[in-house]
C-alpha cells in the first residue's frame, strides 16, 4: 500500500564509498523528486524527472547522479561520498506541474564516517 | 536573505489551544502555498496547499495566505498532542519547484 518507498531507510559508510538510494512509487505519477533534509531540518530540492527527463538539477555536485529506469522509479547514485553528504534524503512524486500535491517517501539517513 | 522565511520555534502549547504558524516571503511570483506535517524520523505530509490568496479549512486546519503582503499562516484549532511535530511551509511558481520554510516545531502539551 506504500504510495512512495525508500531502501534502504538507513546508510552508514566511509567517506570515499560509492552508494546507491533507490525510491519507488505506484501513485501513477509521472514526475519524481529527490530532496535533501540537512540537520537543521531545511527541505531542499536536488533534482526532478518528469517521465524519465531531467527537469531540475539545483546545483548538486557532479558527485550525485540520478537514474530513472523508468516514471515509477528514481534511484540517487552518490559517488565518492564526502562527511558533508551526511543528511536525510527524501523521494518525492507528483502529477507533472502540480507540485503543490507532492507525496513524500519516508526518507533514507545516510552517515558519512 | 532565503526566498522562505520561517520562525523555527520551537513553539510549546497546551492541548487545547489555537497554534498559529507563519511564513514570509520574498517571490512575487509563487502562486502555490502548502503546509506539510512532518513527524520526527517521518516523510513530510501535506497537510493542506492553497492557490493564489485566500482562505481555506479543513477540519481543524485553516490556511490562510495574503499574497499582498507576502504572507501565509496556518491556523489549528483545538490543538492535540498527536499535534505535535514540525509543521513545513512550501512554496512554488507554476512549475515542479517547491522552496521550504525551514519548519517550525510544535509541542502540544496534555
Known amino acids: 500500500d506504500t504510495a512512495v518507498s525508500q531502501t534502504p531507510k538507513y546508510l552508514v559508510t566511509q567517506m570515499g564509498n560509492d552508494k546507491s538510494i533507490k525510491c519507488e512509487q505506484n501513485?501513477?505519477?509521472?514526475?519524481m523528486y529527490w530532496y535533501k533534509q540537512d540537520s537543521k531540518k531545511f527541505l531542499k530540492i536536488m533534482f526532478s524527472?518528469?517521465?524519465?527527463?531531467?527537469?531540475i538539477n539545483e546545483t548538486v555536485p557532479n558527485r550525485f547522479s540520478p537514474k530513472s529506469p523508468d516514471k515509477a522509479h528514481l534511484n540517487l547514485h552518490i559517488n565518492s561520498l564526502e562527511l558533508g553528504d551526511s543528511a536525510v534524503y527524501f523521494c518525492?512524486?507528483?502529477?507533472?506541474?502540480?507540485?503543490?500535491?507532492?507525496?513524500f517517501g519516508p526518507g533514507t539517513r545516510l552517515l558519512v564516517l | 536573505q532565503k526566498e522562505v522565511e520561517q520562525d523555527p520555534g520551537p513553539l510549546s502549547v497546551p492541548e487545547g489551544a489555537i497554534v498559529s504558524l507563519n511564513c514570509t516571503y520574498s517571490?512575487?511570483?509563487?502562486?502555490?502555498f502548502m503546509w506539510y506535517r512532518q513527524y520526527s524520523r517521518k516523510g513530510p505530509e501535506l497537510l493542506m496547499y492553497?492557490?493564489?490568496?485566500g482562505n481555506k479549512e479543513d477540519g481543524r486546519f485553516t490556511a490562510q495566505v495574503d499574497k499582498s503582503s507576502k504572507y501565509i499562516s496556518l491556523f489549528i484549532r483545538d490543538s492535540q498532542p498527536s499535534d505535535s511535530a514540525t509543521y513545513l511551509c512550501?512554496?512554488?511558481?507554476?512549475?515542479?519547484?517547491?522552496?521550504f520554510g525551514t519548519g517550525t516545531r510544535l509541542q502540544v502539551f496534555p
Open positions: 518525492a512524486s507528483s502529477r507533472p506541474l502540480r507540485a503543490e500535491t507532492q507525496y
Open positions: 501513485l501513477g505519477h509521472d514526475t
Open positions: 524527472y518528469n517521465n524519465k527527463e531531467l527537469i
Open positions: 517571490n512575487s511570483a509563487f502562486q502555490y
Open positions: 492553497t492557490y493564489s490568496s
Open positions: 512550501a512554496m512554488s511558481d507554476n512549475t515542479d519547484k517547491l522552496i
